[in-house]
């Protein structure tokens, strides 16, 4: 629990978790709002990939290698391979997918490791599940199982149905989701912190509204 709420702080810290009144893509009006884009220097982007490694390391799920869905997954999947590699002792093959497979040169619609084998998936959040989806696919065109999904934050909270897109993505497709923090962590920070309680009641009622 102790990574996690140090993640949150550090999202805070870098900008890309943020309290206030946040019209969402789906039309919801949340209370906090979380925007990956932001670890956009190598100091952030560095320690994001050591807190993506020590959630999967500790997870302990089993897998041969890692995938980046572009784009947004390309530099995630990218600094968890490294901390892996440097924190963890474990130097993994990684890869991302092109947008439009490439005709000349070494060509296909992947770069980096061939994929092969076991194959984890690195993604910001699971909003829809569009990219999860298209990950898998081209994992399963490659002829790879997929593993299971991380991702830096689950907000925990249902779709248009009672299920939430995670909850979507495990059941359908029987992948493992692995977070570094969750919604009930935010709860938890927020009832911790003095600087932070005033935003629990908000926290607290739309969790209560949209949560599963």
Not at 18 to 47: C, E, H, I, M, V
Not at 108 to 118: E, I
Not at 127 to 143: P, S, W, Y
Not at 201 to 209: E, G, I, L, S, W
Request: glycine share 12%; charged share 25%.
């Amino acid at each position: 629990m102790d990574y996690r709420i140090e993640f949150l702080e550090f999202a805070i810290r870098a900008g890309v978790l943020r309290f206030g009144d946040f019209t969402l893509k789906s039309g919801r009006q949340s209370p906090y709002f979380f925007n990956a884009g932001l670890f956009n220097t190598g100091k952030t982007l560095a320690q994001l990939g050591s807190y993506y490694a020590g959630a999967i390391a500790g997870d302990g799920i089993d897998f041969d290698m890692l995938f980046g869905p572009a784009y947004k997954g390309i530099p995630l999947v990218a600094s968890v391979a490294i901390a892996l590699a440097g924190e963890h002792q474990r130097d993994l093959p990684w890869a991302f997918n092109r947008k439009e497979t490439k005709g000349h040169g070494e060509g296909g619609d992947t770069v980096g490791a061939p994929l092969r084998g076991k194959v984890l998936i690195v993604d910001d959040v699971i909003t829809a599940g569009t990219a999860i989806r298209e990950a898998v696919e081209i994992l399963h065109a490659h002829d790879c199982e997929p593993a299971g999904v991380a991702i830096a934050l689950d907000r925990q909270e249902r779709g248009r149905e009672a299920r939430s897109a995670i909850q979507e993505i495990e059941e359908e497709l029987g992948l493992r989701t692995i977070p570094i923090a969750t919604l009930a962590d935010l709860v938890t920070l927020a009832s911790n912190h003095p600087e932070y309680a005033g935003h629990l009641d908000a926290v607290n009622a739309y969790r209560q509204r949209y949560g599963i």
